[in-house]
Nanobody
């Protein structure tokens, strides 16, 4: 079993920046994709950004140019640098990891953008 623990969520003003981190613990095996999803009340969880072991990443259109995902394969850690935050970025952000046979989710970290 793999546990994902997110950190870095906070409240910021529009235009501000935050950096989310997600560390893994538990059974160690090869994790392929890692990434971030987000969810707001009444809406489905949506993809924010994904990155594979080779470092290839993809982003939701709404965050392109503002967010940047990175990972450290040796530590199975993934980061999300969020710049130029907007009110609509407010959500619970969930870390995601996909192994060969299973996927895992973190417990979520709240990001609130408000003036």
């Amino acid at each position: 079993q793999v546990q994902l623990v997110e950190s870095g969520g906070d409240s910021v003003q529009p235009g501000g920046s935050l950096r989310l981190s997600c560390a893994t613990s538990g059974s160690t095996f090869v994790i392929n994709d890692m990434g971030w999803y987000r969810q707001t009340p009444g809406k489905e969880r949506e993809l924010v950004a994904l990155i594979n072991r080779g470092g290839v990443s993809n982003y939701a259109e709404s965050v392109k140019g503002r967010f940047s995902i990175s990972r450290e394969n040796a530590e199975n850690t993934v980061y999300l640098q969020m710049n130029s935050l907007r009110l609509e970025d407010t959500a619970v952000y969930y870390c995601y990891a996909r192994g060969a046979l299973a996927t895992f989710w973190g417990q979520g970290t709240q990001v609130t953008v408000s003036s």
